[in-house]
């Protein structure tokens, strides 16, 4: 069984950009969860997709969104990208409790 | 292929036990070793790791990192019910865009 897969792996934007990744998951899995992971905040939770509806958000803001599509694939968009936006961002998915992570794609904003 | 694997995937025991998870690993490039708690959705960071030997201790838990064997120890003594929960390792490493990578994680049940 394929694991979960997100695209690109690695990008790079400039400030007041925006940047759309996106999240593949495990086959049958219905539940998506995105996470932005930094060195100094560690992980933190974004939102959760479930059947195209987004049942949980993190304390992030507005320029931070999401949605899901009914094959179960998920995007995250950033608008207006500010520096402090570099991080790796990780998709899970989840059939039960347990979360599958992706590799994650790494975003650099100069 | 880079991975990490954890052990056991799940782990029944009663409160007072204690409780051993593993973590090995095979990355290129080391950076550090994280372990993260998961009880509802978004995991709590429990530990990093970057020094072989030297253990790191946060109440009933404890970690240890072993780079020349490439593993990695969770422990839990006086286990009680509410260290039930998903224990997840992730590997960190150390190119020119940092990669983490995480192992399918330990669930572990603790019955009163």
């Known amino acids: 069984k394929a694991g979960v897969t997100q695209t690109p792996r690695y990008l790079i934007k400039t400030r007041g950009q925006q940047v759309t990744l996106s999240c593949s998951p495990i086959s049958g899995h219905r539940s998506v969860s995105w996470y932005q992971q930094t060195p100094g905040q560690g992980l933190q939770f974004l939102f959760e997709?479930?059947?195209?509806?987004?049942?949980n958000k993190g304390n992030f803001p507005g320029r931070f969104s999401g949605r899901q599509f009914s094959n179960s694939r998920s995007e995250m968009n950033v608008s207006t990208l500010e520096l402090g936006d570099s991080a790796l961002y990780l998709c899970?998915?989840?059939?039960?409790?347990?979360?599958?992570f992706g590799p994650g794609t790494r975003l650099t904003v100069l | 292929e880079d991975k990490v694997v954890q052990s056991p995937l799940s782990l029944v025991v009663h409160e007072g036990d204690t409780v051993t998870l593993n973590c090995s690993y095979e990355?290129?490039?080391?950076?550090?070793l994280l372990w993260y708690k998961q009880e509802k959705k978004a995991p709590t960071f429990l530990f990093m790791l970057?020094?072989?030997?030297i253990e790191k201790k946060s109440g009933r838990l404890s970690s240890i990192l072993d780079k020349k064997e490439l593993f990695s120890i969770l422990n839990i003594t006086a286990t009680q019910t509410g260290d039930s929960a998903i224990y997840l390792c992730?590997?960190?490493?150390?190119?020119?865009?940092?990669?983490?990578?995480f192992g399918a994680g330990t669930r572990l049940t603790v019955k009163p």
């Open positions: 997709y479930f059947s195209e509806t987004q049942r």
């Open positions: 990355v290129t490039n080391f950076r550090s």
């Open positions: 992730a590997v960190e490493e150390f190119l020119y865009n940092n990669d983490m990578r």
């Open positions: 970057t020094s072989s030997g």
């Open positions: 899970a998915s989840s059939l039960t409790a347990k979360q599958f």
